[in-house]
């Protein structure tokens, strides 16, 4: 039941963009987006309520898709504090409250 | 400030013994978590509570269990029967659904 991502991996220099992407085979009610950076606890970016929805935070913005049950996050003109692992959750249909978290996409930005 | 209280930091257990790794909230979440995590695997769902005195096993149950005594508290004993134990626990609450999840800092336990 755990969500899809893509790619794996990302190496950016400093300025560029990135798109993360997570799927489900299952109906999406909700996708969250986190970072973990190595050896701290994953932070919050942002929520996505309902399909189209898109919310941002500073430059990362993200879209979810119901339809496609398909969820991207969006990374623009990155900085180097952008490093990190990023994790996308989905609820358990049915659950009301457990998330589902996909294997990670691991980002590093270079100068 | 609120948040959540993972302890301790780093567990060392032999194994075939049990180990409990303690998880306190000051948030006043109803709802808390354990997730498990592993090199490449991402966060797995052990199990989690929504209410005090219930609780729902997640993917990997298996060779752990939980109580939810107190809305603040929500330890996890490893038991035995968990063939791989050695990994970094993750506790989180969120006040429902479609609120964050705040994490602990975690703990890494290793079995030897």
């Known amino acids: 039941q755990q969500p899809v991502q893509s790619p794996q991996a990302v190496i950016l220099r400093e300025g560029e963009d990135a798109v993360i992407n997570c799927s489900s085979s299952k109906a999406l009610y909700s996708v969250h987006w986190y970072r973990q950076k190595h050896g701290e606890a994953p932070v919050f970016l942002m929520i996505?309520?309902?399909?189209?929805e898109q919310k941002g935070h500073d430059k990362i913005s993200a879209s979810f898709n119901e339809k496609k049950q398909q969820s991207s996050l969006y990374l623009t003109a990155s900085q180097l504090s952008y490093s990190g692992t990023y994790f996308c959750g989905t609820e358990i249909g049915g659950s009301g409250y457990a998330l589902n978290f996909g294997k990670g996409t691991s980002l590093l930005v270079t100068p | 400030d609120g948040g959540i209280t993972q302890s301790p930091k780093y567990l060392f257990r032999k194994e075939g013994q049990n180990v409990t790794l303690s998880c306190e909230q000051n948030?006043?979440?109803?709802?808390m978590y354990w997730y498990r995590q592993d090199p490449g695997q991402g966060l797995r769902l052990i199990y989690y509570?929504?209410?005090?005195?219930?609780?729902q096993k997640g993917d990997i149950a298996e060779g752990y269990s939980v109580s939810r005594e107190k809305k603040e508290s929500f330890p996890l004993t490893v038991t035995s029967a968990q063939k791989n134990p050695t990994a970094f626990y993750l506790c989180a609450s969120n006040r429902d659904t479609n609120s964050p999840l705040h994490f602990g800092n975690g703990t890494r336990l290793t079995v030897t």
């Open positions: 509570s929504q209410i005090v005195n219930d609780f």
């Open positions: 948030l006043n979440h109803d709802a």
């Open positions: 996505l309520l309902k399909g189209g």
